[in-house]
């Protein structure tokens, strides 16, 4: 079974740029999560999607960051204008569904590691 | 939100030492997940354990809910167990999402 896909990998961008991740997550997982990931730190939920509906996105910072689910499938987050302190890696999860139980066992992609300059 | 707290912060074993890592949750809790991270960036699901105990080859792991604490045991260490264990905790009531701890970073050394 193949696992949760994310890219690029690496990104390395100036501060007020844009910058784009993608993920792909395991096939059949209605559930779907972007964390950032600080250095030294615990990942921080930004957003979770159940299919293609948002279930929680209160921790995201919605004047520069957006996500989309189209299709209930592959996501992207998009951060325009990225700040210098957007540097962390960005880890993509999924989850079969969002409900008690086993199911909710979450797996992480690789992540995408992003440094403002 | 809830609170996850995880000790020791920082812990250097000998290869085939053994090891007890904790982590200290707040509230009442539905969903406890154990993470490895590996040097790479990599984590990877060990336990989901909201109460009592399992054990998968070397490590183990143990949750008394009504204490609000889990264990995580690894027995005779490699260095491939390397890397930093994160608990995990989604609380009963309100927010519906996975509270990360600040993790232990594991350095076993042969």
């Known amino acids: 079974e193949a696992g949760v896909a994310q890219s690029p990998r690496y990104k390395i961008i100036e501060k007020r740029q844009s910058v784009a991740f993608w993920c792909n997550p395991i096939?059949?997982?209605?559930?779907l999560y972007w964390y950032q990931q600080i250095l030294g730190q615990g990942p921080k939920l930004l957003i979770q999607?159940?299919?293609?509906?948002?279930?929680?996105d209160s921790q995201l910072p919605k004047d520069r960051f957006s996500a989309e689910r189209l299709k209930g499938v592959d996501s992207t987050l998009k951060i325009q204008p990225a700040k210098l302190e957007d540097s962390a890696v960005y880890l993509c999860?999924?989850?079969?569904?969002?409900?008690?139980?086993?199911?909710?066992?979450?797996?992480f992609g690789p992540g995408t590691r992003l440094l403002v300059l | 939100g809830i609170q996850v707290e995880q000790s020791p912060p920082d812990l250097i074993l000998q290869e085939g030492a053994n090891s007890t890592l904790r982590c200290n949750f707040s509230?009442?809790?539905?969903?406890l997940q154990w993470f490895h991270q590996n040097p790479w960036g990599q984590l990877i699901n060990l336990f989901y354990?909201?109460?009592g105990t399992k054990q998968n080859g070397r490590l183990s792991a143990t949750t008394v809910a009504t204490e609000r604490y889990s264990l995580l045991y690894i027995s005779s260490s490699q260095t491939t167990d390397s890397g930093v264990y994160f608990c995990?905790?989604?609380?009963?009531?309100?927010?519906?999402?996975?509270?990360f701890g600040t993790g232990t970073r594991l350095t076993v050394i042969p």
């Open positions: 354990i909201p109460s």
């Open positions: 096939s059949g997982h209605a559930t």
């Open positions: 999860a999924s989850s079969e569904r969002l409900s008690r139980g086993l199911q909710e066992t979450q797996y």
């Open positions: 999607f159940q299919n293609n509906g948002v279930v929680d």
């Open positions: 509230d009442s809790v539905n969903n």
């Open positions: 995990a905790v989604k609380a009963r009531t309100g927010a519906n999402n996975l509270f």
